[in-house]
């Protein structure tokens, strides 16, 4: 074990004891690390505007360099101009270092002329030294998605770092508006922040400002557009659907005469300790630019417990006196009772035991007893551990290791829950459980089990807890076994977790999740303190997935409800929706904030968990899928301009409902 810690750890020897330097040499900013310029403006020049639009692309460009500078406080201020088409554009950057490493900046634009100038495309652009730097863009591009590039790499955004690939995105589609540039043979990383935008004067109706990354040979680029956005070798196209993209074009803007246009952003450089931490720093300095805390504005613990309750209670279906439970679908439509993923017809046999004093409800423990005792009757094989997860009333289906080990978790917690209030009989469960986690045991501790993705990550969790409830050693070796390998995969970033959700193959947060929460339950059975560390790694890939700000939205569902985006989370890199899973894991959140003695991942777990609860209607129902970009996967998908603000409010399988008890059950036993 100790040898293979250390090759997982020791992959990249790098240090970080090394010093930033901020400095504005030649009226020019330049972040340094001890001595080595690392992050500069670009060998054209400071400014670049474009004033021509091509081949769905911008083009003519102007450049220029700061013609003088003054101090005022703590700003550094730099002057200069460009004579473009018998008028002059007057620019302005101002600089201010925050924190070690770290550099506020406001750049200005205003336009002095008799006619608009148009056509315009305003830049920032910043260059990282290296050599095929791989990059973080939250919620869209991991390192370059190299797992789901084996996939699908013509639907998912790639990226490898070679001269010439560019990975350039709406602002409003980043959860944490940043763009991260890792150099682990250099030994650091950079990232640009933005404080992100809609750009006056655009031809388009709901145009922002864009922000990624550009390869060069020697370097690479940070860069801020005024609206130009693309990806895989494609200019002006959106990643806008699920399995294609959409064309995204006429990103430009016109100056009017005496305009101002002003871009806040901040750079920062920063040393790593190995290869695939560079994307963490941001993330936490991202909380500290938009302290995303206010958990008062939103429905409270109780309310959303007692609501998401009576709608479960809703979807209670009896196909027969044995075949009971909770329907993945609106009764009405379809009937299907589903463990795992979707479903989640297993967690309430958990959550509504801890949950059962607060309800108060006597129809609590029938529906637990009930409900766990027919799902222990689904047929589980002996070689793979797979069982079936679903019924509908005429035959039984599915199986996967997604849902098999959320499902065999939830069983491990409503029996562990079940031996303390001694108020159930857990025989039947105790009995599936048992069998599937020694069929899964046996299976991982095969020489020959490879798994394909993060997904059967979720073994680990169930696994370490039946460990303990069946005094197996077995189960915890294997859970060991599994963790192993998928930190030895995952924690240099060199193929990021995924694979967790079943309508994408490709980096998703619930991959990640499924490694934070195996990590961390090893950790708490253990006390090693190496899972802890992975535990950390893994939730800041989650974390990275969580939307930070409130992101304005256009006329549309959305917008009528006066919707807040902060706490919910986007899904994948794939589909970029954003969905209400992030509740699952922010118990866990919270639990890592007492463990690391960080109040603000405590404070943004309260926030994850009770911002969800919005769009719920008066009948306690809530849509899974939330456009608060150019993306969609349901309803008129026609016209990429009127995707952002949509709500496919009639998506309403029990997932949706069944996070909101099994988080409310584990808030309530770490609280």
Not at 340 to 356: E, F, I, N, T
Request: net charge negative.
């Amino acid at each position: 074990m100790r040898k293979l810690l250390t090759a997982i750890l020791a992959v990249v020897a790098l240090s970080a004891t090394a010093k930033v330097h901020i400095e504005v040499d030649n009226n020019l900013l330049c972040l340094k690390l001890d001595d080595k310029p690392v992050v500069t403006a670009p060998q054209e020049g400071l400014w670049s505007v474009a004033t021509g639009w091509s081949d769905d692309w911008m083009c003519d460009w102007h450049h220029a360099s700061p013609q003088s500078a003054e101090h005022s406080g703590e700003w550094t201020i730099v002057h200069g101009s460009m004579a473009i088409d018998g008028g002059q554009l007057s620019l302005r950057d101002s600089y201010r270092e925050v924190s070690e490493g770290l550099v506020q900046c406001v750049r200005r634009y205003e336009w002095h002329a008799e006619k608009p100038l148009e056509r315009v495309t305003l830049s920032v652009k910043f260059d990282v030294a290296g050599q095929s730097l791989m990059p973080c863009l939250p919620g869209i591009l991991y390192y370059g998605n190299k797992n789901g590039a084996k996939v699908n790499p013509n639907i998912i955004p790639v990226y490898d770092g070679r001269a010439g690939e560019f990975a350039i995105f709406e602002e409003h589609r980043y959860p944490m508006p940043f763009a991260m540039l890792e150099s682990a043979a250099g030994g650091y990383a950079a990232a640009l922040h933005t404080v992100p935008s809609p750009v006056r004067g655009a031809v388009l109706s709901d145009q922002w400002w864009s922000m990624g990354v550009e390869a060069y040979d020697d370097y690479s680029r940070m860069v801020l557009y005024s609206g130009p956005i693309g990806y895989n070798g494609q200019h002006s196209v959106a990643k806008a659907l699920q399995k294609r993209p959409m064309r995204y074009t006429d990103t430009y803007i016109t100056l009017e005469p005496g305009q101002i246009v002003e871009k806040s952003f901040y750079i920062e450089l920063y040393p790593i300790e190995r290869e695939g931490t560079g994307f963490q720093r941001p993330i936490y300095t991202a909380l500290d630019l938009y302290k995303p805390y206010d958990a008062e504005r939103f429905p409270t613990f109780e309310q959303i417990v007692k609501g998401k309750y009576e709608f479960a209670k809703r979807r209670w279906i009896e196909f027969d006196s044995e075949a009971v439970g909770f329907n993945m679908y609106d009764n009405a439509l379809r009937k299907d009772i589903v463990m795992g993923w979707c479903g989640q017809a297993d967690s309430p046999g958990y959550s509504l035991q801890v949950l059962s004093k607060m309800l108060g409800d006597e129809a609590v423990e029938p529906m637990v007893q009930r409900s766990l005792d027919y799902l222990s009757t689904f047929a589980i094989d002996d070689n793979s551990g797979i069982f079936v997860v679903g019924y509908n009333g005429e035959k039984y289906h599915g199986g996967d290791p997604v849902s098999c080990g959320q499902a065999m978790y939830n069983f491990a917690k409503a029996i562990q829950t079940a031996r303390k209030n001694r108020r159930y009989n857990t025989d039947k469960w105790e009995d599936f459980l048992f069998r599937a986690s020694e069929s899964v045991s046996n299976r991982i501790l095969s020489d020959d089990w490879n798994p394909l993705s993060t997904a059967e990550g979720f073994y680990i969790a169930p696994l370490a807890i039946s460990s303990k409830l069946f005094r197996e050693k077995r189960f915890l070796e294997a859970a060991r076994k599994a963790a192993n390998l998928f930190a030895e995969r995952h924690l240099t970033m060199n193929g990021c977790y995924w694979g967790g959700t079943l309508d994408a193959t490709c980096e998703d947060k619930e991959g990640s999740w499924a490694a934070f929460q195996g990590f961390l339950e090893l950790y708490e059975r253990t006390k090693e303190p190496h899972y802890l560390e992975w535990a950390k790694h893994a939730m800041d890939v989650c974390l990275s997935y969580v939307v930070v700000w409130d992101i304005p939205l256009p006329a549309g569902r959305l917008a009528d409800f006066n919707f807040k985006s902060t706490g919910w989370t986007v899904v994948s890199a794939q589909n970029q929706h954003i969905d209400i899973y992030g509740v699952l894991f922010a118990p866990e959140v919270y639990k890592m904030g007492k463990y690391l003695k960080d109040e603000r991942l405590c404070r943004l777990a309260d926030v994850m968990y009770r911002s969800c609860y919005q769009l719920t209607d008066a009948y306690g129902s809530q849509g899974e899928q939330i456009q608060q970009t150019n993306f969609a996967q349901r309803g008129d998908m026609s016209n990429v301009h009127k995707l952002r603000g949509g709500y496919a409010e009639r998506w309403t399988v029990f997932w949706i409902t069944a996070h909101f008890l099994n988080a409310a059950a584990r808030f309530n036993e770490y609280k």
